[in-house]
């Protein structure tokens, strides 16, 4: 039951999200206000939609992914990939989290697991997925329009 209400919730914010990744030009990539640039959100936000996957589902990064772990946080003055790996990265984090939420057990939805940012159901795991993609939209389209002038 969980599974089936949080995925189209999920699906809804992702699509929006891809759909807004992939409308952006390779030029708009190295935007940047400070050191956060639309890049660096972008591979941000599938790297944390594979820790989640592992730490509150269990689910271990797939072996072809393994390049979207960074050892610490992301250099935002790197460049990491072109526009289409970057969106291909974003699919794959999404797929991954999406067979870790389908392979959970209904009664592990509510239960407590412990992670390096503390214990959390992995319900609220994945609001708290939903949130920080929202907020990362946002920054996105920020970016967009304060950073050309």
């Not at 959100?41 to 772990?69: Q, T, Y």
């Not at 993609?133 to 996105?140: C, E, F, L, R």
Request: proline share 4%; aromatic share 8%.
């Amino acid at each position: 039951m969980t599974f089936s209400t949080v995925l189209p919730i999920w699906q809804a914010i992702q699509e929006r999200f891809h759909k807004t990744a992939k409308a952006l030009s390779e030029e708009d990539l190295s935007l940047q206000i400070g050191s956060t640039s639309i890049e660096s959100l972008l591979r941000h936000n599938a790297e944390v939609e594979f820790m989640f996957a592992d730490w509150f589902f269990g689910r271990s990064i797939p072996e072809e992914c393994n390049n979207a772990k960074s050892p610490g946080l992301v250099d935002n003055n790197k460049s990491f990939a072109c526009l289409e790996e970057l969106v291909d990265l974003l699919k794959a984090s999404n797929a991954n989290l999406i067979e870790a939420m389908r392979e959970l057990p209904e009664e592990a939805w509510h239960q407590s697991v412990e992670s390096p940012m503390g214990a959390s159901t992995p319900l609220e795991a994945v609001g708290r997925l939903m949130y920080h993609t929202g907020i990362h939209s946002g920054q996105i389209s920020l970016i967009q329009k304060n950073a050309r002038i």
